[in-house]
């Protein structure tokens, strides 16, 4: 990406100290519009979740690649075409109060975010075999459905096909590498996608790796924290944004930070 460009993209990009994950996970079921308006309610600013495609194709919140640990379905994913998909419970699992969520397509998840007025981290999670075909259609369906000028949201994969063909197809999208325990290249790898932030598990983060990661210039995020010690840990390290099922467990362990990210992609301090 060109400098010229990033710094552009990057002045649009807010990302706050706390986001949701999967929506607010620990208090609705994750990847619905109901975890959505409850990370909302808490007052959250950004939420995560995981979009991939139904067996037709249609952009959907969803992590696994089966049905069967959240809906009262079964089978994979990618066999299953979305009218399916719709008559399935995403709710009843979590909780008898939320029986009858269900299934949301990435359309109506980002029609909620614009009318609540908060961000997004929109992980692509391709099932197997279909990464670049999910990161186009989840950045075509971002294209229609998220107003060009509003900025607030970010993508972000483990998929580095996936990251390379919304590079390709939405260049004006802010790109995040996710990484579980490939750090050793996790810079290089960013840099090569132009992506603007990494995306770290805590448990294979450290304060050195931290400093290097800021060094480069990168926003640092990592997932999925809901201890407040380890929480302040990270912050003292440097880590801009904390990823967290709960954030009302976390409350003053993790203060917000709302400076303006810079033309390299970078939070400053507060």
């Known amino acids: 990406m060109a400098a010229s460009l990033l710094a552009s993209v990057s002045q649009k990009l807010r990302l706050p100290r706390l986001v949701g994950h999967r929506g607010e996970a620990a208090r609705a079921p994750e990847n619905t519009l109901a975890a959505i308006r409850m990370a909302a309610a808490s007052g959250l600013r950004w ?12 952009p959907i919140l969803f992590h696994d690649d089966t049905l069967d640990r959240t809906t009262n379905g079964e089978g994979p994913v990618a066999a299953t075409p979305f009218a399916a998909i719709r008559t399935l419970d995403a709710g009843a699992w979590f909780s008898a109060a939320f029986a009858g969520e269900p299934v949301p397509t990435l359309a109506e998840a980002l029609d909620l975010l614009v009318a609540l ?26 294209g229609t459905h998220w107003p060009r000028d509003r900025g607030g949201l970010l993508i972000s994969s483990f998929s580095r096909s996936a990251l390379d063909r919304a590079r390709e197809v939405a260049l004006d999208l802010p790109r995040g590498l996710l ?9 290089e790898d960013a840099a090569a996608l132009d992506c603007v932030s990494i995306h770290c598990a805590h448990q294979h983060l450290t304060a050195r790796m931290a400093r290097a990661v800021k060094q480069a210039g990168y926003i640092l995020v990592v997932y999925t924290v809901n201890e407040p010690a380890l929480a302040r840990q990270l912050i003292e390290w440097g880590v801009d944004t904390i990823i967290t099922d709960d954030s009302g467990t976390l409350g003053a362990a993790a203060p917000e930070n709302t400076g303006r990210v810079s033309d390299r992609g970078e939070v400053p301090a507060t």
């Not at 939420?47 to 249609?58: C, H, M, N, P, R």
Request: net charge negative; aromatic share 4%; hydrophobic share 45%.
């Open 47 to 58: 939420v995560e979740f995981d979009a991939k495609l139904s067996g037709d194709g249609v």
């Open 179 to 187: 990484v579980w325990d490939r750090v050793g290249t996790m810079i």
């Open 117 to 142: 007025d908060i961000g997004a981290n929109v992980e692509i999670k391709p099932c197997p075999g279909r990464d670049m075909e999910t990161a186009q259609a989840v950045c075509a369906t971002i």
